[in-house]
């Protein structure tokens, strides 16, 4: 009876023990389960990232645009200085020109009544008065140059002050947008860092998926361009993998932007492209998707503001956006708009 009795016992003990580990365990998966955010919280998350980023891409090929524009503006402000020195230098001369004129007539007033006196015809003092008329005409032009000339001066010294004015109001809004795209590219950072706190290794995972890319061409090297230049463009893009993204960038110490990228490596090729998606796709041949060759460039969305480099395959290399680095990965067709050969 003791037996069964201390049997009894030990089966009570051993249920009790594994109730206690269920409830443990209950309340442990309750906790986990109260911290972890639903799959709707992650989605949300990653959709206010992606359009975080679009945001910041379009910014960002404004910006590149305008610095295209600043370049213009700070020639064609040094071609306006030189031609108003130019205009300034011919008025100054003509005013000393005309005095000097001036000068030389008030003291010769009475020779010059003495040599029409002193003519011995009529068609003698004609051709002295016809002289001396010209002379005035002379004069007279002389004045007219001066005055055109300072008149000159003045209309391009007003067009230097609108060029300044233009520029000075160009550069307040390439601040603004630098201001605005570092304000966005901290928002982005911090949601970044914010879910890979809260997701940890399943966010890691999606982001991972969602975005792997290639440190190295893959086996057997990139499929070979048909042309050396494209070849030249491509292995500059190649050797650049894993360099981080950085707005405005266009050299591997200072990060790249996406057409930062794609106007670097082309530049190994001999080729100048502009600092802008956009006007790229704009100054180039265009292509057929179906004509897609190593080496060609590769657009995105509308308007026009992500570019990459086709390295055959269905691959490019590009450098998608803040908090990514330069990388190869499948071309994007879901927003793809076009292609381009330089």
């Known amino acids: 009876m003791r037996g069964e009795r201390a049997g009894d016992r030990s089966r009570i003990a051993r249920g009790a023990l ?4 269920m409830l443990c365990a209950s309340v442990a998966s309750a906790t986990l389960s109260s911290a972890a955010p639903s799959q709707q919280d992650v989605q949300a998350a990653k959709d206010k990232l992606s359009a975080l980023n679009q945001h910041l891409g379009i910014l960002v090929e404004q910006y590149d ?3 295209v524009k600043l370049q ?3 020639s064609r ?4 200085r030189a031609e108003a020195a130019k205009a300034q230098a011919t008025a100054l001369g003509a005013v000393a020109d005309l005095n000097a004129r001036a000068a030389r007539a008030y003291q010769g007033v009475g020779s010059e009544l003495e040599m029409l006196l002193g003519a011995s015809s009529f068609a003698e003092f004609s051709d002295r008065l016809e002289f001396m008329g010209s002379m005035a005409q002379a004069d007279a032009d002389l004045a007219t140059r001066a005055a055109t000339a300072q008149q000159q001066a003045r209309w391009l010294a ?3 002050s609108d060029a300044l004015a233009q520029q000075q109001e160009l550069l307040t809004s390439l601040q603004q947008k630098e201001s605005e795209i570092r304000r966005g590219i901290g928002q982005a950072k911090s949601l970044y860092e914010s879910l890979n706190r809260g997701y940890h290794d399943a966010l890691a995972a999606q982001r991972a998926a969602a975005s792997v890319y290639t440190i190295s061409p893959p086996p057997g090297g990139p499929p070979p361009a048909l042309n050396g230049n494209a070849q030249a463009a491509i292995d500059a893009a190649y050797s650049v993998i894993g360099v981080p993204y950085q707005f405005a960038g266009s050299s591997p110490e200072s990060g790249f932007d996406c057409s930062g990228l794609t106007m670097w490596a082309w530049s190994h090729a001999g080729v100048s492209l502009p600092h802008s998606s956009e006007m790229q796709y704009a100054v ?3 292509v057929a998707q179906s004509d897609l060759q ?3 460039l590769v657009f995105f969305y509308s308007p026009i503001h992500h570019v990459g480099i086709y390295v055959g395959g269905g691959q490019m290399i590009d450098a998608p956006h803040t908090g ?3 990388q190869m990965r499948p071309v994007e067709w879901s927003v793809y708009v076009g292609a381009a050969r330089p």
Do not use: C, R
Request: glycine share 4%.
């Open 18 to 21: 594994a109730l206690l580990i």
């Open 158 to 160: 007003a067009k230097l």
């Open 284 to 286: 180039l041949p265009h």
């Open 77 to 80: 402000l040094a071609s306006t």
């Open 324 to 326: 990514t680095v330069v």
């Open 294 to 296: 190593p080496g060609d």
């Open 65 to 67: 645009q305008e610095q």
């Open 72 to 74: 213009d503006i700070q």
